[in-house]
């Protein structure tokens, strides 16, 4: 999964082009961190790194300038960011008994992270953030962040789901009770019927309703809650997906799309200043 397109794109860039971007004040790198694990029926495996990979690089796009200035040079309102290829990897040991998910231990990806980090901010980039998009990484992403913290004092290293950037704006698009935007249930699957709809398999639609004993463990992706509950996904769902997909859409999905590319570029505007 290696985007080529974007005008931010790592990968798409010769290494002086790099070197002289990381080199500007207030220059950012992003790092999607996503999964390769089940979806249900009706959605890819890849779905959390698809999406969060889109996220990154959109909102990215949004505040960098892509005229196609050369290297080190700058337009006066533009960010100098660049977004990594994503780590498809993450811990996901609890959608293993479905199979098709290929899962990591929590040292070894918080060691990847710390490894990355380690290595690209040799180009010195004043700020890194790991832009996660699954669930199951938001414990990782946060003692990395710690960690790598420490180990790059000189570097702002920041972290972030960014599904829950969403309690900004997504009470005003979403139809599903809490609970229907878990695994691919309304959010995950609106999104990619907008981005990917020839991903999305709409004749296998399915999910089991998200329900907790606990009032005071999160009930979705969105939901907060102060109890960390051990979470068997296969005692909950035949299918594998958790949430509502009753009333998903691709239109539904662009607005939540453009809700989050907008809570981002204003992050990294501010990070940036």
Known sequence: MVDTSSAVAWAAKPYPEIEAIAE???????????????????????????????????GAERVANTGGQRAG????????VLTTPPLWLG????????????SA??????DTLSQIADSALGNAFDTLLFLNGHGGNRPLIAAATQRVGAEQPDTEILGLTYFELGEYFLDDVRESDLGGMAHGGELETSLMLHLHPELVDDERLAATEWETEYDQAPADLLGSGPLNVTLDVA???????????????????????????????????????
Do not use: C, N, Y
Request: glycine share 10%; net charge negative.
């Open 24 to 58: 500007q004040d207030g220059s950012i790198l992003v790092v999607p961190v996503g999964a390769l694990e089940q979806h249900g029926h009706h959605l890819p495996t890849g779905t959390d790194t698809i999406l969060v990979d889109a996220v990154a690089t959109a």
């Open 235 to 273: 005692e909950w769902s035949d299918s594998g997906a958790m949430g509502d997909v009753s009333a998903v859409s691709a239109a539904k999905g662009e607005a939540m799309f453009e809700g989050f590319v907008d809570e981002l570029e204003a992050l990294l505007r501010t990070v940036h200043e």
């Open 91 to 102: 811990h996901s040991p609890h959608h293993l008994p479905f199979g098709g998910t290929v």
């Open 73 to 80: 040079e700058r337009v006066a309102d533009d960010i100098p």
């Open 105 to 110: 231990e929590f040292d070894t990806l918080s």
